[in-house]
């Protein structure tokens, strides 16, 4: 093909040269066509010696390079050789990963599941399907003696037949609830009672409660009169506001006998926890 192209290529120029050899009168005609003739000549011997001495030349040139196969061959068997390995590492790799998933993985899902059950059952009150449960007549006693041929088969069922045995539940015993106690101040006297005092409750509110008592009565009211206000006598407690100390009250004690001469201010606070 290249021989083919050449060989235009210079009858192309050798018909260029005749041309301008005519045209401008360098050459006649005749010695152009003959110039042209034994240049087509010369080309011709020069593509035959190349077409019949090519294949021999380079046969000869490559006699000393090693033949393609045997570089073909090494290569071949290198790349048998690679993909040998990679299949045995895959296998290998196969092989972990079965193992893993089965001594981790799936157990791990197992348990997963039956905490998910477990959870399911104890939600819906149906806990009785986590038990394996047995088969019918498990359990039962069999009987190694002799029967006796009078009893009827209902009734020598019921000899080896395990019966739950019934309990007896103690009675709960009656929680009775103890009645509230109703609290009932005395009426409140008036102001031009003899024997009156005013007394006054300052709450930590902010807020100021007053009602009247007599010097006569118990010092107990005041106690139910610090309940009424809001205050359970539990958690807090009476003070007088100078000197600031407790109120002692008793069932026995008046009002006088706890120092309740004249009209009062008592301060409502809480209870010290250590004291209690």
Same mark, same amino acid.
């Given at each position: 093909?290249?021989?083919?192209?050449?060989?235009?290529?210079?009858?192309?120029?050798?018909?260029?040269?005749?041309?301008?050899?005519?045209?401008?009168?360098?050459?006649?005609?005749?010695?152009?066509?003959?110039?042209?003739?034994?240049?087509?000549?010369?080309?011709?011997?020069?593509?035959?010696?190349?077409?019949?001495?090519?294949?021999?030349?380079?046969?000869?040139?490559?006699?000393?390079?090693?033949?393609?196969?045997?570089?073909?061959?090494?290569?071949?068997?290198?790349?048998?050789?690679?993909?040998?390995?990679?299949?045995?590492?895959?296998?290998?790799?196969?092989?972990?990963?079965?193992?893993?998933?089965?001594?981790?993985?799936?157990?791990?899902?197992?348990?997963?599941?039956?905490?998910?059950?477990?959870?399911?059952?104890?939600?819906?009150?149906?806990?009785?399907?986590?038990?394996?449960?047995?088969?019918?007549?498990?359990?039962?006693?069999?009987?190694?003696?002799?029967?006796?041929?009078?009893?009827?088969?209902?009734?020598?069922?019921?000899?080896?037949?395990?019966?739950?045995?019934?309990?007896?539940?103690?009675?709960?015993?009656?929680?009775?609830?103890?009645?509230?106690?109703?609290? @009932?101040?005395?009426?409140?006297?008036?102001?031009?009672?003899?024997?009156?005092?005013?007394?006054?409750?300052?709450?930590?509110?902010?807020?100021? @409660?007053?009602?009247?008592?007599?010097?006569?009565?118990?010092?107990?009211?005041?106690?139910?009169?610090?309940?009424?206000?809001?205050?359970?006598?539990?958690?807090?407690?009476?003070?007088?506001?100078?000197?600031?100390?407790?109120?002692?009250?008793?069932?026995?004690?008046?009002?006088?006998? @706890?120092?309740?001469?004249?009209?009062?201010?008592?301060?409502?606070?809480?209870?010290?926890?250590?004291?209690?």
């Amino acid at each position: 093909m290249a021989a083919f192209k050449s060989a235009v290529l210079c009858t192309v120029l050798a018909l260029i040269f005749c041309f301008t050899s005519w045209k401008f009168s360098i050459l006649g005609i005749k010695g152009a066509l003959l110039l042209a003739g034994r240049g087509l000549f010369f080309l011709g011997l020069l593509t035959w010696l190349g077409t019949s001495l090519y294949p021999r030349l380079k046969s000869f040139l490559r006699t000393n390079i090693p033949a393609p196969t045997e570089c073909q061959r090494d290569n071949e068997e290198e790349k048998l050789k690679q993909e040998l390995a990679w299949r045995e590492q895959q296998e290998r790799h196969n092989a972990k990963s079965s193992s893993y998933q089965e001594l981790v993985l799936r157990p791990r899902q197992e348990a997963l599941l039956r905490q998910k059950e477990e959870r399911f059952y104890r939600m819906t009150g149906e806990t009785w399907k986590l038990s394996p449960g047995y088969s019918v007549g498990e359990g039962e006693t069999e009987l190694h003696i002799q029967e006796d041929t009078n009893e009827t088969p209902n009734q020598r069922a019921i000899k080896r037949r395990k019966l739950p045995v019934r309990t007896s539940r103690a009675p709960e015993p009656v929680h009775i609830c103890p009645e509230k106690r109703v609290i @009932v101040l005395p009426d409140e006297p008036s102001d031009d009672t003899e024997g009156v005092v005013k007394v006054a409750l300052r709450c930590p509110s902010g807020r100021t @409660v007053y009602r009247r008592f007599l010097k006569s009565h118990s010092s107990f009211v005041l106690l139910d009169f610090l309940l009424k206000t809001g205050y359970h006598p539990t958690i807090y407690t009476l003070c007088t506001s100078y000197p600031r100390r407790p109120l002692l009250t008793g069932a026995e004690l008046s009002l006088e006998d @706890v120092g309740i001469v004249r009209d009062t201010v008592l301060n409502i606070e809480e209870k010290d926890p250590s004291t209690t």
